[in-house]
């Protein structure tokens, strides 16, 4: 892989009657002959996403 996007969305989510927001975490891979390959996805409450690494 010559490079990789990372896209982060934020999404509401119903769970047992209850609303909730969520981040959809996605990971994209681009070959050398600019080919797009799926690597990956991550789905949790969002709070966790807005914690400082």
């Known amino acids: 892989m010559t490079n990789s996007i990372l896209d ?6 119903r769970h047992d009657g209850r609303f909730r927001d969520i981040a959809v975490l996605s990971v994209i891979g ?3 002959d600019e080919r797009h390959t799926f690597m ?3 789905v949790a409450p969002s709070e966790p996403f807005l914690r400082p690494l």
């Open 40 to 42: 990956g996805t991550s």
């Open 8 to 13: 982060i969305s934020y999404k509401i989510d």
């Open 30 to 32: 681009v070959k050398e």
